[in-house]
């Protein structure tokens, strides 16, 4: 009987479980280790705080799983070691023939002093509650939101999540100023220039201030501090810094980047049959650019890994590898979303493009969701 231990549910975490059950022998075990008792699409959070639907109803418990004959387990990971391919879930220790760290990134907003007394964190699910409250409750002045750390997860999110509550305020005829600031020198990098300046035309279209090469070092009662100047706000949304859960960076997996280092191809990490997938690593596109943190690719990484270690068991070469092709949805208002999809991981460029905005693309969103929590949870 073979063992893998898959530290993560979420996409990759899952991705991999479910893949594995699929191709490995019916004796062999598969554990799936996360503190949280759900899953949930990050890009809910921004549903439910412009009033759209509830996070609950995108939430399917990880118990769920275990009918598959996945072993299920509701525990934080207190320590790592990949040389022996172990993990300790408190006094539990557990050992396997494979190794799969999926734990994403952890927010760091004490990383910006002020951050978490005077904003609202709204990459975080549990933060996001206390922010949809105090959206309803806005009665104008000025709104902002911030990204405080590259990288970060769904890097539309925050201009996404600007025109999506310049809509909802406008229903209700509430006026505010909305500004949205980054450090990177545009909106998003990766989509070089001319995608840029259609995200950035479609926020000035809608009356949002875009300002680049804003790199936050500290947050005051109604104003973020700059390098060379201060913007006053009367409610902040911010996205916090990223960076490897505590348990990851100590144990020595991570490399340079300050992201756990693997093959771009195959995801293994310079460790025997210990494996790195998700947010939680740092892969470099053929621009030397990092990979977009993104749900897609945690899955279709946690799906390349999963045929690797069933190769590997059943003594064949492994030849699955991590193609790098998928995108991130960015909804626009009106009952619209634009794609951002491409071969990312092409060479020596990636190949990107941005979509026109189209309701099919906002269903096509809807149905992202829809279409993995039926198919993993039901």
């Known amino acids: 009987m073979k063992r893998v231990l898959i530290l993560g549910g979420g996409f990759g975490g899952i991705a991999t479980a479910r893949r594995l ?20 699409v990050g890009f809910r959070k921004t549903w439910a705080l412009t009033g759209q639907s509830a996070l609950e109803e995108g939430q399917r ?3 769920s799983l275990t009918s598959l004959g ?15 391919r172990t ?15 999926a734990l994403g990134a952890d927010l760091a907003p004490e990383a910006i002093p002020g951050l978490q007394e005077h904003a609202y964190n709204v990459y975080d699910p549990q933060e996001i509650p206390r922010a949809a409250q105090a959206l309803s409750e806005f009665q104008g002045g000025t709104l902002l939101i911030g990204v405080f750390g590259i990288p970060y997860k769904c890097p539309p999110a925050p201009y996404e999540m600007a025109l999506l509550i310049r809509e909802t305020l406008e229903a209700r005829g509430i006026e505010a100023k909305i500004d949205v600031f980054t450090p990177q020198p545009v909106s998003m990098p ?4 001319v995608g840029c300046d259609i995200i950035e035309g479609r926020l000035a279209d809608s009356g949002i201030t875009f300002l680049p090469n ?6 005051e009662a109604g104003e973020v501090i700059f390098a060379n100047e201060r913007r006053r706000f009367d409610l902040l949304f911010g996205v916090p810094p990223h960076r490897p859960p505590a348990v990851v960076r100590e144990s020595g997996l991570v490399g340079e980047s300050g992201w756990v280092t693997i093959n771009s191809r195959t995801l293994e990490t310079p460790f025997p049959s210990v494996y790195a997938i998700g947010d939680v690593v740092q892969i470099a596109m053929g621009n030397g650019k990092p990979l977009p943190k993104a749900g897609v690719f945690a899955e279709a990484m946690g799906e390349t890994v999963a045929e ?17 092709e998928g995108g991130c949805y960015l909804e626009v208002g009106a009952g619209q979303a634009m794609k951002v999809q491409g071969h990312f991981m092409a060479v020596p460029e990636p190949e990107i493009a941005l979509t026109e905005a189209s309701t099919q693309l906002l269903e096509e969103k809807r149905a992202f969701e829809t279409q993995r929590l039926h198919a993993w949870f039901e």
């Open 214 to 219: 804003r790199k936050a070092t500290a947050v």
């Open 87 to 101: 993990a300790w879930m408190g006094d539990q220790r557990l050992s396997a023939d494979a190794l799969v760290v």
């Open 190 to 193: 990766l989509l070089g220039q």
């Open 308 to 324: 690797r270690i069933a190769a590997a068991f059943a003594g064949r070469e492994p030849e699955a590898a991590f193609e790098g």
């Open 61 to 63: 418990p990880l118990d």
């Open 70 to 84: 996945i072993r299920v387990m509701r525990d934080p990971v207190t320590r790592i070691d990949p040389t022996s």
């Open 21 to 40: 059950k699929d191709k490995l022998d019916e004796n062999d075990e598969v554990i799936l280790v996360d503190r949280r008792d759900h899953f949930m």
